[in-house]
Nanobody, 118 residues
Framework: QVQLVESGGGLVQAGGSLRLSCAPS????????MGWYRQIPGIPGKRREL??????????NYGDFVKGRFIITRDNAKMTVNLQMKSLEPEDTAAYYC?????????WGNGTLVTVSS
């Protein structure tokens, strides 16, 4: 069973930076589109929204709210995907979930909480 191990969440002040990392188990990394999504707590019906994804060829796509503040990268040697976040705002407070899409299979991590204080 594939597991996505996330790390790097925590508490940061507004304007600060955090780096999230995700490493999938098994051998799916090289063939997967890797990404990060987030879910803001306390809003009924709020769905997870795209933060950033990176394809196997390195192409990236970001959510509109990112506005150049976050960068997603993948390290094929270490088989990890990283999300460098800067200029964090209280509105970025959310649970951040790593995802891996390998063909028709979609895998999710358990989430890591990012809290940005004002």
């Amino acid at each position: 069973q594939v597991q996505l191990v996330e790390s790097g969440g925590g508490l940061v002040q507004a304007g600060g930076s955090l780096r999230l990392s995700c490493a999938p188990s098994g051998t799916i990394f090289r063939s997967s589109v890797m990404g990060w999504y987030r879910q803001i707590p306390g809003i009924p019906g709020k769905r997870r929204e795209l933060v950033a994804v990176i394809a196997t060829n390195g192409n990236t796509n970001y959510g509109d709210f990112v506005k150049g503040r976050f960068i997603i990268t993948r390290d094929n040697a270490k088989m990890t995907v990283n999300l460098q976040m800067k200029s964090l705002e209280p509105e970025d407070t959310a649970a951040y979930y790593c995802s891996a899409v390998d063909g028709s299979n979609v895998y999710w991590g358990n989430g890591t909480l990012v809290t940005v204080s004002s």
